[in-house]
């Protein structure tokens, strides 16, 4: 069981919006503490796409963005594409279990 | 650019001792926290620690009884040892670049990951 809980799978299909959440709690995105996100491709270590809740990456495309309000935070994906089919992350800080923490995963799959 | 390379045994005996060095390339290991995160088979992520470059540590508290991260900046790596494994503990293990800031921050740099199998 996850601190940060994430959906297990979303979808939807090319050219589509799409959002993944993250809900937290009081002792991690709601104290403030910022969220990051990655993508996981299928075989490969995890890759940084949002950080500090809405900053990208150099190289990241502008169709990723982040947003945090509350106890919880979403990465939204527009212009779906096939590449992006893989599994996301977030990942935080929890002051309770004194430790980084992150979601378990979120697999988006391009219809 | 910088890069990342882990290395160490594939197979570890149970109650064993887990040892892995990050080597770190394409700039310095100096003014930097690094971290060990590990994935075990189809589930996910988990932060193992990190270190300064200094030496200064900092453990998740479920593993901090079997977990110790050193750092070589002659050499440019720094290396994980995990105690008393179980399989439990068959996982890939990825080492990264830990840009720390307020008791969190992100991992921008990451390695390739070594799949570690603890078995008899």
């Known amino acids: 069981q996850s601190v940060l809980t994430q959906p297990p799978s979303v979808s939807g299909a090319p050219g589509q919006r799409v959002t993944i959440s993250c809900t937290g709690s009081s002792s991690n995105i709601g104290a403030g503490y910022d969220v990051h996100w990655y993508q996981q491709l299928p075989g490969t270590a995890p890759r940084l796409v949002i950080y500090?809740?809405?900053n990208r990456p150099s190289g990241v495309p502008d169709r990723f963005s982040g947003s945090k309000s509350g106890t919880s935070a979403s990465l939204a994906i527009t212009g779906l594409q096939a590449e992006n089919e893989a599994d996301y992350y977030c990942?935080?800080?929890?002051?309770?279990?004194?430790?980084?923490?992150f979601g378990g995963g979120t697999k988006l799959t391009v219809l | 650019q910088v890069q990342l390379q882990e290395s160490g045994p594939g197979l570890v005996q149970p109650s064993e001792t887990l040892s892995l060095t990050c080597s770190v390339s394409g700039g310095s290991i100096t003014s930097y926290f690094w971290s060990w995160i590990r994935q075990p088979p189809g589930k996910g992520l988990e932060w193992i620690g990190f270190?300064?470059?200094?030496?200064?540590?900092n453990y998740n508290p479920s593993l901090k009884r079997r977990v110790s991260i050193s750092v070589d900046t002659s050499k440019n790596q720094f290396s994980l040892k995990l105690s008393s494994v179980t399989p439990a503990d068959t996982a890939v293990y990825y080492c990264?670049?830990?840009?720390?800031?307020?008791?969190?921050?992100?991992?921008?740099?990451w390695g390739q990951g070594t799949l570690v199998t603890v078995s008899s």
């Open positions: 270190i300064y470059y200094s030496g200064s540590t």
């Open positions: 990264a670049r830990d840009k720390y800031y307020d008791s969190t921050g992100y991992y921008d740099y």
């Open positions: 990942q935080s800080y929890d002051s309770a279990l004194s430790g980084k923490v």
């Open positions: 500090g809740n809405t």
